[in-house]
């Protein structure tokens, strides 16, 4: 299997981890979106072992997320499942938290709106979404380098681009998803979390 390998998972594994070892106290389940090489995956897995760690990714990326996990050993970090923020093959429940990193740049926004509205039905009330990556504020960038990233990015293709951290809110908020934390992470990141609200009766 070819095991593929990413820098930038290597060099924000461990400021990520230090808010998720506070964040996922109280949980068991947690849905990766977009696992990408798999290195994130058995990462946490490792240091978070009372996690149930649900890869997922589109299909072209599984053989390297098995590798990460086969390499491992890790009995807590499961293969992946096939998984298109705009397509049908979604878990339907059994996770009390989502987690993805650097995916709503890579994404169209009408695949990050789906996204939102498929985590909204799938996590149960406190259950927890946690995004990480790069975002601007009032609509505009934090960085040079960030606006220089994004400059690549729709380079790349048109329907790419740095998200601005209020219509993300916007659409959380639409899906029942309370903003609680805003995380400064390294390289002008952020690690953002959301709690699933009480639905009213």
């Known amino acids: 299997m ?4 990413s820098a930038a998972c290597e060099r924000n594994r461990d400021p990520i981890l230090a808010v998720l070892r506070n964040v996922l106290t109280d949980v068991s389940q947690v849905l990766e979106i977009g696992s990408g090489t798999g290195q994130h995956a058995v990462y946490f897995g490792a240091a978070l072992p009372h996690l149930i760690w649900q890869t997922s990714d589109l299909s072209e990326n599984h053989p390297s997320i098995r590798a990460w996990i086969s390499e491992s050993g890790l009995s807590n970090v ?11 093959e979604w878990p339907v429940s059994g996770f009390d938290v989502v987690f993805t990193a650097n995916t709503c740049h890579i994404m169209s926004w009408d695949e990050v709106q789906s ?20 975002f601007n504020y009032d609509g505009r960038f934090t960085s040079s380098s960030n606006a220089q990233f994004d400059a690549q990015l729709r380079s790349q293709a048109a329907h790419r681009g740095i998200r601005d951290i209020e219509k993300i809110n916007d659409l959380a908020l639409a899906n029942g998803l309370i903003a609680t934390a805003d995380h400064a992470m390294p390289a002008n990141n952020r690690l953002l979390i959301w709690r699933k609200a009480a639905v009213a009766v």
């Open 2 to 5: 070819t095991k593929l390998y």
């Open 78 to 88: 499961l293969p992946p499942l096939l998984v298109d923020a705009a397509g049908d």
């Open 115 to 134: 996204m939102f509205s498929r985590i909204g039905r799938l996590l149960p009330e406190a259950g927890l979404l946690c995004i990480y990556g790069p």
